[in-house]
């Protein structure tokens, strides 16, 4: 949404379930000066990803969904030290 908005003129809406990322985000778009063209809204039902989050006058060219692709949180960090052994390195979290 960064590169974006400053190359393109885009506008974006971001959405997450997680109260941290949602912080995140915030904190970046207004660290950015990017309030108006980018709006963070978190999505309360974690089993919808649109419904309710968006206005029925909204309009929208495109959307894009990175969604998790771990059925746990430990499943992702097994997932995370593999790819760091097959790197021959250590998990710089641990």
């Not at 393109?8 to 660290?31: E, L, M």
């Not at 995370?80 to 641990?94: C, F, H, I, N, V």
């Amino acid at each position: 949404p960064l590169l974006g908005h400053s190359d393109y003129g885009w506008q974006f809406v971001g959405s997450d379930i997680d109260s941290t990322a949602i912080a995140a985000a915030t904190t970046i778009v207004k660290a950015n000066g990017l309030s108006k063209a980018i709006s963070v809204r978190q999505q309360g039902n974690r089993k919808q990803i649109l419904l309710g989050l968006l206005d029925s006058s909204e309009r929208f060219h495109a959307s894009l969904c990175n969604p998790p692709f771990h059925a746990s949180l430990e499943e992702a960090q097994r997932g995370s030290q593999r790819k760091w052994r097959a790197l021959g390195k250590a998990d710089p979290k641990r």
